[in-house]
């Protein structure tokens, strides 16, 4: 198993920032691709942000201008920068990785446990 460790979720008001981290620990040999997901009250799972071990970036319709996705291949780590909140961008985000703990094995997802963004009007 390879937990993630989210960190950096909140409570702030339209218009504010947060930036969400998310570290991979334990035994892993590569990492494939990262990204962040959001589920709002009610809704679906969808995806906010993906970014692939080439750093090729991919992001919702909803997020484009606002929202930065970004990785550290050193520390294991996906980040989203997040600016210009709106009210709307409130739900739970969770970070994924798809990544191999070893060289024989298989490419697999894992996810975060998950981390609440608030934001208030």
């Known amino acids: 198993q390879v937990p993630l460790v989210e960190s950096g979720g909140g409570l702030v008001q339209a218009g504010g920032s947060l930036r969400l981290s998310c570290a991979a620990s334990?035994?892993?040999?590569?990492?494939?691709?990262m990204g962040w997901y959001r589920q709002a009250p009610g809704k679906q799972r969808e995806v906010v942000a993906t970014i692939t071990s080439g750093g090729s970036l991919n992001y919702a319709d909803s997020v484009k201008g606002r929202f930065t996705i970004s990785r550290d291949n050193a520390k294991n780590t996906v980040y989203l920068q997040m600016n210009s909140l709106k009210p709307e961008d409130t739900a739970v985000y969770y970070c994924?990785?798809?990544?191999?703990?070893?060289?024989?094995?298989?490419?697999?997802?894992?996810w975060g446990q998950g981390t609440q963004v608030t934001v208030s009007s």
């Open positions: 334990g035994n892993i040999f590569s990492i494939n691709d």
């Open positions: 994924w990785m798809r990544l191999r703990v070893a060289v024989w094995g298989s490419v697999d997802d894992y």
